[in-house]
């Protein structure tokens, strides 16, 4: 199975900074990346798709970038409402895998 | 535009079938993925089922493979978890996402979950 590694685990920020969320592959998956923002009680919500295009509607401070085994999830500048969680998924090889999630949380 | 049900209460080794209703797209043109959120973990995909096209080929996560089983009607644009011989480990809130082929090969439409509890 092909292991997604996020880091930092826990991220604490300030409104208006600018943050990156890193998601390591345990191998190869090309561009077959996504990151989803969860927040509490509710389901995930898809954010970028193939590692670096917005999903329709996501605010332009998102962006996401990298390919093969190393990708990062930047939001320029920090809202009230990007508190929440962040997660990885690869969809280059079954089983489907998620990282283990960022929790970012306000400062 | 995905709602899950019939999740609930069950003992261990029981069993549980837990339905998706879509609408507002075209179900069947459509992979469906379940997902689940164990609480206070992160999330863990279980499965997928293919469209017509492709003869509504599954695919499972491991830790649930040979125990659910996944299935559709798309006369009736729902998505169907059959969970059997249940462990305390299932215990989760349990989603029901469409999957987008065609460049995007992610999950673009969640459910809002429903509530899995095995114990006894």
């Known amino acids: ?107 | 535009q995905l709602v899950e049900s019939g999740g609930g209460l069950v003992q261990p080794g029981g069993s549980l079938r837990l339905s998706c209703a879509a609408s507002k797209f075209s179900f069947s043109d459509y992979y469906m993925d379940w997902v689940r959120q164990a609480p206070g973990k992160g999330l863990e995909w279980v499965g997928r089922i293919r469209d017509s096209a492709h003869t509504y080929t599954t695919q499972y996560a491991a830790s649930v493979k040979g125990r659910f089983t996944i299935s559709r009607d798309d006369s009736k644009n729902s998505l169907y978890l059959q969970m059997n011989s249940l462990k305390t480990e299932d215990t989760a809130v349990y989603y029901c996402a469409r999957f987008l082929l065609g460049g995007v090969y992610s999950m673009d439409v969640w459910g809002q979950g429903t509530t899995v509890t095995v114990s006894s």
């Open chain 1, 1 to 107: 199975d092909i292991q997604l590694t996020q880091f930092p685990s826990f991220l604490s920020a300030s409104v208006g900074d600018r943050v990156t969320i890193t998601c390591r592959a345990s191998q190869s998956i090309s561009s077959y990346l996504a990151w989803y923002q969860q927040k509490p009680g509710k389901a995930p919500n898809l954010l970028i798709y193939t590692a670096s295009t917005l999903q329709s509607g996501v605010p332009a401070r998102f962006s996401g970038s990298g390919s093969g085994t190393e990708f990062t999830l930047t939001i320029s500048s920090l809202q009230p409402e990007d508190f929440a969680a962040y997660y990885c998924q690869q969809g280059e090889t079954y089983p489907i895998t998620f990282g283990q999630g960022t929790r970012l949380e306000i400062k």
